[in-house]
């Protein structure tokens, strides 16, 4: 049984080296995200949480929209912050980490331990596309890169042998990830259990982008690196974000370059309207 089972491991893992250098060919894009400070030759990865919580009109917007569209919230969600990233970085190729349990065999099953791995989701995007239209493709490139996440990370990088930097990861910048908090079991009356968000004041990348659902509400967090972005800077991509949720809830059709994503503040610096 033993035999077989690694024999089945090593034709998902031929399989998987075959995906991945395919979809990770050719050179690997750094993504240009707008910088408040110079990055250091070597990250000291110190980092920060900013959350928002979502307003229940829009959450239920989102995870309606969702149901229309016959996606998940991850994708959803992940579609928005790529098209983010696209109107910050104007960049067409776009590759974003995102964490995948690799409980997948029936033998770690009653295993206790932290069985996570990392895919990498890379996405095309052009200025003309429709809201609706990304959300297909990065549906398809989610199922393709779950089915073939038999591959661990490290070993990924050392397969296809990516330019290595010690200021860069060497496939992606930035992170996704998506969780739907459970509701906390009763311990009875002398017990109360709350789930909070750990800040550990680390951010493993430059930017992440962590959206909770609880009870139907969503929130969004961003862990940043405060070698290279201030507070303020990700307060404002907590406004933009909030703008796109919305945006892409009252019409989906709409191109990605076409959905608002500009404060009040900005519409006032950027495009005063003339005194009377």
């Not at 800040?199 to 930017?207: E, I, N, Q, T, Y």
Request: proline share 5%; glycine share 4%.
């Amino acid at each position: 049984a033993m035999d077989v089972y690694r024999y089945t491991l090593a034709i998902e893992n031929h399989q998987s080296t075959g995906h991945w250098t395919e979809k990770l060919s050719g050179e690997i894009p750094v993504l240009d995200l707008p910088k408040d400070f110079q990055a250091p030759l070597q990250p000291s990865f110190k980092g920060a949480f900013n959350v928002q919580l979502l307003d229940d009109k829009l959450s239920k917007g989102i995870l309606k929209l969702a149901s229309e569209l016959g996606t998940t919230p991850y994708v959803l969600l992940l579609s928005v912050y790529y098209v983010q990233l696209f109107r910050y970085t104007q960049q067409d190729d776009i590759l974003v980490g995102s964490p995948i349990s690799n409980r997948n065999q029936k033998a770690l099953e009653e295993l206790m331990g932290f069985f996570n791995d990392t895919v990498v989701l890379r996405v095309k995007l052009t200025s003309e596309m429709s809201f609706k239209e990304l959300v297909n493709q990065v549906r398809s490139v989610t199922l393709e890169a779950f089915e073939n996440n038999d591959m661990p990370f490290e070993t990924l990088v050392k397969t296809l042998k990516p330019k290595r930097s010690l200021s860069t990861n060497p496939f992606f910048q930035v992170m996704f990830l998506y969780d739907s908090v459970e509701n906390t079991p009763s311990f009875g009356t002398d017990l109360e259990v709350t789930s909070q968000t750990y800040a550990s004041k680390v951010s493993k990348f430059d930017l992440t982008l962590f959206m909770y659902e609880s009870n139907g509400t969503l929130t969004s967090s961003f862990e940043y690196a405060t070698d290279i972005f201030s507070e303020e800077t990700i307060d404002r991509m907590q406004q933009h974000l909030k703008l796109l949720l919305n945006g892409v809830v009252e019409n989906p059709e709409q191109s990605i370059s076409d959905v608002l994503m500009i404060t009040d503040e900005e519409q006032q610096l950027f495009f005063p309207k003339p005194d009377d």
